[in-house]
């Protein structure tokens, strides 16, 4: 009996939540402000974007499957504050201009974003240094 | 006096200036010659504990003769825990008053501005880099052709500093520094992308400040942009209209001003002209989702199509 309660409510919060969920169209002016903030983001999206089309990253991305393409698609889902702790962590890396210093940033964003686990690290730092 | 600017270089770029600093005397920046001194009327608040920043606040406040109580700011920009102020916190106190923030980052544009009779309110670390007391204090003139700095600072009214132990304060504050001005004027060092993003995040009635940023960049699309927005915010459809034009006139590639030129359009009446605006914005901006519900808005649904 319990069980089919939670059931119901379960499906009933979904039900009202995707209903919140609908995208709405928002055609609309553009606000002076929101104009900055949609630049600001895609220079933070290419500034990512860039590393990634770094030789030394392109072989990182090669060894765990991914693509650009895939990273473009992830930083497009992050809100604007997760993007912004996310190159912000990636500038933060040492040695920024290095080899090392990008195979670092590249390995921390691709499992920021998810794309690789925190316990594939170790081996891909391996084959590549 | 504890308190956080805004932003976060690099530390060892940071640490890097301050070997340079540390070892060099600076002079002050040339233009200061040409005025060998300069001092400002501004009303002057004695700091209480560790409260600089609500203090240092209020003199800019009354110095746009605003009430400037410093109990009251005390309230509402300090913060117990850190026993200190946040310095993006000053900024948006003062915008939410109507008045224009506007970042001040270098000694020539800090003189420049105490030239132009606006004092700055800077953020100076006045011990070590490992061990900060932040300090925020308004620079209200100089003497000597710049080789003092006047400032009011914590309890002192109009205390001098030399030029070199103030330069060297402040470069351990990141250069922060900014002033606040009423509607219509502007900083003299004033640069038109700076202005945009100052004025962008104003709420309320910020038409005269745009006004002012029109008249002195008048060949800036952006800032006619902003300008356009604020006509229209205020409800003067005809005259948001015509700044509209003039922004895609000035700048044809930004697709944000054909997309509100389409809804002014639109708006009076003219579903052609309306048409071809959003379709323009649609070329510049094919992935903006935004963009795009304008076009289906705009046409009816019917989109841009191939002409």
Known sequence: ?129 | MIADPSGGRPVAALLFLLVLTACQTVPPPERADARPRHHLDVPFIAQEAYQCGPAALGMLLQWNGLPGDKAALVDEVWLPERQGALGIELMAAGRARGLLAYPINTPTDLIQEVQAGHPVLVLQNLALPQWPLWHYAVVIGYRDGGDRIVLHSGTDRAVESRWNRFLRTWARGRYWGFVLLPPGDLPDSVEPEPLLQALAPMQGDTLPHWEAAVARFPENGRLYFGYANALWQDRQTDAALRAYRATVERAPELAPAWNNLAYALHETGQPRQARDAVCRARQLAPEDPNVADSVAEITDGKGCGSH
């Open chain 1, 1 to 129: 009996m319990k069980k089919q309660i939670t059931g119901a409510l379960t499906a009933l919060i979904m039900l009202f939540t995707q209903g919140l969920f609908v995208p709405a169209a928002h055609a609309a002016m553009v606000t002076t402000d929101s104009m900055l903030a949609s630049e600001q983001r895609a220079a933070t999206e290419r500034k990512v974007m860039r590393l990634m089309n770094h030789e030394a990253a392109a072989k990182v991305l090669a060894k765990n499957g991914v693509t650009p393409e895939d990273v473009e698609k992830r930083l497009g889902r992050l809100s604007d504050r997760e993007l912004n702790q996310l190159a912000q962590k990636a500038d933060q890396m040492p040695a920024g201009g290095s080899v090392v210093g990008v195979i670092l940033a590249v390995i921390l964003i691709l499992v920021l974003l998810d794309l690789l686990g925190a316990t594939d690290v170790f081996p891909v730092i391996d084959p590549i240094g």
